[in-house]
């Protein structure tokens, strides 16, 4: 299993540019799930889904939009980049239940221009 | 208010020493998960161990052990024998379920701990 995957690894856009990350997983989980992570701030929730169709949003879901249209696939689009979006992005996934933890993809690092 | 609180931005600890690294959390809800995760220099997330809030024995997984104090809501991750590859960045995370199907993680600003040989 190649778990949780993410690309690219790296990525330098300027101010006003949109661009999708791509996550993908291979252990059928229902819930899929996008965080960002900042110095001194730990990691937040942008946006999740608990299956095909279904997407919720999370604690900074503005400036970013997603799609499930898949078990497998959740990506994050970035609709008009901001310097404010620099971050370093994570997927992650899990099945659905109390004790299940999630795995990450190795992240994003994304830096806006 | 901040639904879980890591008060150590970093640790300094002797190789083969304990480390305790503290966590702390706030919820109404009766039903919930504690996890920690670590991320080494290389930056992946690894998931250390996990709490439940109706366990009634603390979580153990081979040199990880977490004190669960549920009173004083903390979820403590002690670190027996530590080793110099235990030098990471330490995150505590909460799951509350509340709401079916609800897998939102909510996490700690971290503890950076540095193992000195």
């Known amino acids: 299993n190649a778990g949780v995957t993410q690309t690219p690894k790296f990525q330098v856009l300027k101010t006003g540019q949109s661009m999708t990350l791509q996550c993908a997983q291979d252990?059928?989980?229902?819930?899929m799930s996008w965080y960002r992570q900042d110095p001194g701030m730990g990691l937040r929730l942008i946006h999740y889904s608990v299956g095909a169709g279904i997407t919720d949003q999370g604690e900074v879901p503005n400036g970013y939009n997603v799609s499930r249209s898949t078990t497998e696939d959740f990506p994050l689009r970035l609709l008009s980049a901001a310097p404010s979006q620099t971050s370093v992005y994570f997927c992650a996934s899990s099945y659905i239940g109390p004790r299940n933890e999630q795995f990450f993809g190795p992240g994003t690092r994304l830096t806006v221009l | 208010a901040q639904k879980i609180t890591q008060t150590q931005p970093g640790m300094f600890v002797q190789e083969k020493e304990a480390v305790t690294l503290d966590c702390t959390y706030d919820?109404?809800?009766?039903?919930?998960?504690l996890f920690w995760y670590k991320q080494p220099s290389s930056g992946e997330m690894i998931f250390l161990i996990y709490q439940g809030s109706y366990d009634q024995q603390n979580a153990t997984e081979g040199r990880y052990s977490l004190n669960f104090q549920k009173a004083r809501k903390s979820a403590n991750l002690v670190i027996s024998a530590s080793q110099l590859g235990d030098s990471a960045m330490y995150f505590c995370?909460?799951?509350?379920?509340?709401?079916?199907?609800?897998?939102?993680?909510?996490f700690g600003t971290g503890t950076r701990l540095t193992i000195i040989p």
């Open positions: 919820t109404s809800d009766p039903s919930y998960g």
């Open positions: 252990m059928n989980h229902e819930y």
């Open positions: 995370a909460m799951r509350e379920f509340q709401t079916v199907g609800n897998e939102k993680l909510t």
